[in-house]
């Protein structure tokens, strides 16, 4: 009696229509918080739209997930373009936070160095196999995602120094997670050139 074979997942689903989505809400948000850079104290009603189109992709990037998990929806495409579509918004809030002078320029630069060596580091390794994000490596995305949302938030000016403080000390134990994630991925990626290789390797020579 035969095996049937396995049940495709196909590409186009619900979970990854959703991580698409996610990468082409990250213009819009930069649109916003950039029409708001003219605000003397940057809590115009721009920098609100973008606070809310940041929160509605990071909600789609929970809700992509979990879909793909419960329906059995995890695809290679998901796999490749979950992290990257994370990479575009946390990337691009980065950079323009750093452009408006709200977050200290070697803060950005470590991150997105690390996040581009990863991506590289990704297809790189490709042909050995697919290396989706870690546990490590979603914390660090989590942790991003907070920072920036309290650093997005133009409450300072209401709560204080002390909201200030808060985001700073989040912001870099975002850095610090990143830092260790990113060597982590670089330890699997050598793990997997190595055990495929291995694998193709015949036990002894032919002759």
Known sequence: MSIPPAKQVPTLNIANVLTVVRI??????IWFLLLDDSADDGSGLFRWLAVAVFAVAI???????????????ITDFG??????????LIGAALILLSVLGELWWWVTLVILIRELGITVLRFA????????????????TVI????IFLYLLPLAGVLGD???????????????????????YIIQAIR???????AQRPDSPTS
């Open 79 to 88: 796999k490749i373009a979950d992290p990257i579509a994370d990479k575009l």
């Open 125 to 140: 390794v490709i042909r050995y196999g697919v290396m989706p994000a870690s546990r490590g490596g979603k914390l660090k």
């Open 24 to 29: 082409l809400l990250v213009p819009f948000f």
């Open 192 to 198: 997997l050139r190595r055990d495929a290789r291995s």
């Open 162 to 184: 002390w909201y200030s403080w808060v985001a700073i000390a989040v912001m870099l134990a975002a850095v610090a997670v990143t830092v260790v994630t990113g060597i982590d």
């Open 144 to 147: 991003q995602t907070f920072a």
């Open 59 to 73: 909600y789609t990037d929970k809700l992509d997930g979990d879909l793909a998990r419960s329906r059995g929806l």
